[in-house]
């Protein structure tokens, strides 16, 4: 494979490519690691697992840790420098794990030599910088994906299918909490390390972009470096709340939709969706029913039935984002997490930011209007 | 008993009380309860419980309440109005048991015809109207006390230990959450309902009002009644983030304290307080330390250690509640929970709903040293 | 009312009995209740929130425990005799709360007095005397009933629901344990403080009585009483395993049923049944399927699916089990827990009994068909 | 390496052993792993990760089984049988990770060809093969271990600490469930696929052999292979009760040990020990105490105090496990779960067998003192 022909014929790749994925599909895919600290280890596992990849070259600035991960992958290089890897021109895509300041540089060099990108989130940290790589990445003909890990999680796909089939009725709010004795980091902050999770689970869920943004946040370790944050996302018909810390005695990874027919609690430690058939009835008065309290024209009646664990397939997301990119890379399609995706997540925590900075003052987002 | 001969000698009854209260122990205090509602009974069961009582009256709008609840005390005299009960001068004191928006005028009848008071959280809408019938209380001598019934669980209190003998080091922020699905009420809203309760025992814990609050709020069930609540109390040191709803599958009471040595969950649900022996550290460089990151001059260490659960005696806050509101009476001495406390709790309600009306807006709070 | 008319007609009172009943449910009836200790209380407090119930007597050799009842009862009188309170003609039935070695001889004064009797379980120390008072009953027209309370519990007749209705396939197995740190009584052992609460359970969900009888039981607080069993009751097509202990750290009251299509979990501390869609199938060969090992002629299919906790209704089984009591002295019906059925459960406590006695020998119960 | 020289020299190895150890150190511990399906690979998994492992040989009836494992270890061979991998001489050390019935033939083979021999549980199907495969192997010079995984997990080690420092006071009892859903196998039954575990587990607690043993067991989805069990083993002092189940809708792994003065709960899933300040404690007459009731000369007293979970170090037994049996080869020390702890494991499941064949009938184990 190696350089894509730039013909920058928007969503998919040009002809040309679809004879390159054939070809491609009838080897391996060279991957370069960019990153192989915490999380980089992590993602190589997971490509490492599928039989169609081959991990060609680790890149770290510390030499120790590409060396630790190679043991398992005798057949990968080992280099501190990417610019230093791409010399190998077999290598087809790299994977970006590093530090999110560092991602736009990586990526764009990665682009600029003709590789497939896979960037972890976020993708970067402003929206426009999003867009200027999407735009060169479909100029070159190439895929540009970024790793928003839980839109692969099967629990997360099925809150989803429960929203769009009304089963919940009308969705009244989120609440998400993110809590863990952290792995404090000074490279990023707690609403940017662990923020586009919850922001790209909602925003899945919801299909638009909040009207405005609210974040209240806090720097007890390290000052300028929030590791407590509660964000505010209000839509015009719903509101979502994130709360993130890095400070807490238990780990928490839980989220909660309440709708007006059925409540849901995915609880990401365990695994599991809970579907409570819950919640208070507005009825209109002529009718008689059992414990209820009436306002006004309607009653308020309190309905507590079944509780229901659906079964739900075994899929690792990590391992299954890396078929995606892969699925991508063979056919040209584009990733379900693209760089409009990773756009749209950015621009929110952007606003948190700013919000953040203003002591939580209300932060309009400018365009609402988003295509799913 | 009867009437105070309103001295108004500051904390604490006059002289003629100390005899009066003397005379009061050889006999049971007459009691009379406005409000058979929901939580009416409670109180009731609570105070019927302790021997020096004696229920004399039951007052309702609703005659059926009022009776149901007579059947267990056929001692108790029905009635529609606090007027009517109060024409028997034997009554000694009044329990508010009411919607809200009814407690002054309830309190300031029982306070004019003599009665020492118990009234249910909140006290007042206003702080204002707090410090009304406080004076007017201390004018008369007479015990007027509010029902912050979480200041008489051991758990609570057991906290407030814990962060006054420095055992959690530096407090950095306490999170609570109060949801279940709730009894939802027309009469109040979510914020004056529960908020009272959270707001009471973060102050008891910090021991000083916040310096600033900020609410987001949301009503779907009834427009202009919040359902959903977040409250940000912003302190110089720390904040404590409250969280309320009546629309939530789950019954959570669950308050968590995260100290710079150690962490604490109380699950009031469970009754169960959990100390973790854990945090991050932060060590001056020269040092050299197991898992660790260092930034800049320092590192931070994670410490993840033992876990602990005391065990705390059995005590049922609203029967220790209703002592303590006997043992005011009887010796004369201040509540804990005294029309001050209310003032305060009140005011923060007061900034949490000037905030949400504004949308989340920040809210200052004028006098922010109190004694404690 | 008064004396039953003896005419001994089987099961259900006699036609004058029907005319009494009529003439009784005009008025209340009036209950004297002989133990005062820790359950009769519990028993007290269930009757006394029915309307049609009067406590018109409380006995206890402790008078002082009788008094304390007392206090919130002031209509009833106290004695230490329950000749005593059978002087007084106007007492209808009487609730038999005591150490179970007094039951037959408190129980046979009561229907000699012509009294109908609730008796605590178990009815009786020997299957004999179970039917010894269940004929004297009869013949005098009078209701008898064992507080066997866990037959008037939702969650335990969700479950024989279950199993009549074949959900739950070929039932396998069902285990139970019953353990906390016990109020360890010198009057009873576990087996027969406990033990009657699983065997009648058990005994009400399969219908028939075991073959046979293990039981290994252990005395660590008092010599020859039993404070740690296993018993062991084997059908024909299925095996019960019960575990009592009083020398436990945590309280657990769980019964697990385990089925060939579905098994259930029913925590009666969360007072849940939890409904697993779990099994291994059986699949003859010739058919190709997912994840299997095969055996001979068949493979092993395992089969985990969704899992369901039905909500279901409100109820105080003590509550509910008076309120048989009441309905059947009212319409002279048979009490689902009458006198057979104490029987049964007691035949099988004194099996255990005997096979504990030679080391957890197999005991073989004589009479195995049951009408049910 | 390669041969042992068979001085047989009792526990350790010749001092010509001391020096082919310090040889082999300096380079990597040639391993051939017998047995690709469910257990193996998580074996070469764990001893993979050790840097002086080198998987040299992959050994499976079904060459798929073995090629799978094989993609992640290039430097492995692949064969049918182990006389086939045994021709290269290089090869130091064998695991045998096959069906029980098959493991003395194996470890045999592996012996007398001079291999050191590490053998999953349980080692033997009787204490006499377990026996004779230790002579052997110490007439050879050679390590025989069996995988007795639990011997080096942190929570039983924490918990033998606490019962040999006398924390608990008086041990009463052991309760242990082990259940799931089950892989079940055709091989092996329950008893003798997860028995191993507890009963090594139970042995190392008390140190003694139990006096005696009962067995109930019941064979649902193949005959004649239980697939529930209930093992009792009496000791002098105590009982440990053993339930095992292939049929249940939840994982347990769950075990209990209740002293005179602490309770402990060891939770395997959630890998944490719970120690409770709990129990009842006897008290001589004379002295007055809070809530008691007298038997005799002495009263009981329930205390119920503080839960404490201690921080226990995170290791993974089976690389634990692998770790000592480098250990045991390099430095010639014995392993301390050799072949005299297996047969004292595989005496109690012999007698468990025994017992279940004659309907839990008590078996008495002939010899009861063994070293410690």
């Given at each position: 494979?190696?350089?894509?022909?730039?013909?920058?014929?928007?969503?998919?790749?040009?002809?040309?490519?679809?004879?390159?994925?054939?070809?491609?599909?009838?080897?391996?895919?060279?991957?370069?690691?960019?990153?192989?600290?915490?999380?980089?280890?992590?993602?190589?596992?997971?490509?490492?697992?599928?039989?169609?990849?081959?991990?060609?070259?680790?890149?770290?600035?510390?030499?120790?840790?590409?060396?630790?991960?190679?043991?398992?992958?005798?057949?990968?290089?080992?280099?501190?420098?990417?610019?230093?890897?791409?010399?190998?021109?077999?290598?087809?895509?790299?994977?970006?794990?590093?530090?999110?300041?560092?991602?736009?540089?990586?990526?764009?060099?990665?682009?600029?030599?003709g590789k497939h990108?896979?960037?972890?989130?976020?993708?970067?940290?402003?929206?426009?910088?999003?867009?200027?790589?999407?735009?060169?990445?479909?100029?070159?003909?190439?895929?540009?994906?970024?790793?928003?890990?839980?839109?692969?999680?099967?629990?997360?796909?099925?809150?989803?299918?429960?929203?769009?089939?009304?089963?919940?009725?009308?969705?009244?709010?989120?609440?998400?909490?993110?809590?863990?004795?952290?792995?404090?980091?000074?490279?990023?902050?707690?609403?940017?390390?662990?923020?586009?999770?919850?922001?790209?689970?909602?925003?899945?869920?919801?299909?638009?972009?909040?009207?405005?943004?609210?974040?209240?946040?806090?720097?007890?370790?390290?000052?300028?470096?929030?590791?407590?944050?509660?964000?505010?996302?209000?839509?015009?018909?719903?509101?979502?709340?994130?709360?993130?810390?890095?400070?807490?005695?238990?780990?928490?990874?839980?989220?909660?939709?309440?709708?007006?027919?059925?409540?849901?609690?995915?609880?990401?430690?365990?695994?599991?969706?809970?579907?409570?058939?819950?919640?208070?009835?507005?009825?209109?008065?002529?009718?008689?029913?059992?414990?209820?309290?009436?306002?006004?024209?309607?009653?308020?009646?309190?309905?507590?039935?079944?509780?229901?664990?659906?079964?739900?397939?075994?899929?690792?997301?990590?391992?299954?984002?890396?078929?995606?990119?892969?699925?991508?890379?063979?056919?040209?399609?584009?990733?379900?997490?693209?760089?409009?995706?990773?756009?749209?997540?950015?621009?929110?925590?952007?606003?948190?930011?700013?919000?953040?900075?203003?002591?939580?003052?209300?932060?309009e987002l400018r365009?609402?209007?988003?295509?799913?």
């Amino acid at each position: 494979m190696a350089k894509g022909n730039g013909n920058g014929n928007g969503h998919g790749h040009g002809n040309g490519k679809a004879a390159v994925a054939e070809l491609l599909r009838s080897r391996k895919l060279r991957v370069a690691v960019v990153g192989c600290g915490y999380w980089g280890p992590k993602v190589i596992r997971a490509a490492a697992s599928l039989p169609e990849v081959e991990i060609a070259a680790l890149v770290d600035l510390d030499l120790d840790l590409a060396a630790k991960v190679q043991r398992h992958l005798p057949a990968a290089r080992t280099t501190t420098s990417l610019t230093e890897a791409l010399k190998d021109e077999t290598i087809d895509a790299v994977v970006v794990a590093t530090n999110p300041a560092t991602h736009v540089e990586l990526a764009s060099e990665a682009l600029e030599a003709g590789k497939h990108v896979l960037v972890e989130k976020p993708l970067a940290l402003s929206a426009g910088d999003c867009r200027t790589l999407g735009s060169d990445a479909r100029e070159r003909g190439l895929t540009l994906m970024v790793g928003h890990t839980f839109r692969f999680s099967p629990p997360v796909q099925h809150v989803r299918e429960l929203m769009r089939g009304r089963e919940l009725g009308e969705v009244y709010y989120v609440d998400s909490q993110r809590l863990n004795l952290g792995r404090v980091r000074s490279d990023v902050d707690k609403i940017w390390n662990f923020g586009p999770h919850d922001v790209s689970i909602v925003q899945h869920w919801f299909g638009v972009q909040p009207v405005a943004v609210h974040c209240h946040a806090y720097d007890y370790l390290q000052a300028g470096v929030p590791d407590l944050a509660f964000i505010v996302l209000e839509y015009d018909f719903a509101v979502a709340h994130i709360q993130l810390s890095w400070l807490s005695p238990e780990k928490v990874r839980r989220m909660t939709v309440v709708g007006s027919r059925k409540m849901v609690v995915y609880d990401d430690v365990a695994n599991q969706v809970m579907v409570h058939d819950a919640g208070i009835d507005r009825e209109h008065l002529g009718r008689s029913f059992g414990e209820f309290q009436s306002f006004g024209e309607f009653r308020l009646i309190q309905r507590s039935g079944d509780m229901h664990v659906p079964r739900l397939p075994h899929v690792e997301p990590l391992q299954a984002q890396c078929q995606h990119f892969l699925d991508c890379v063979f056919t040209g399609k584009e990733p379900i997490t693209n760089f409009e995706e990773a756009a749209r997540v950015v621009q929110i925590l952007e606003a948190a930011t700013e919000s953040r900075k203003n002591g939580g003052e209300r932060v309009e987002l400018r365009e609402v209007a988003v295509s799913v």
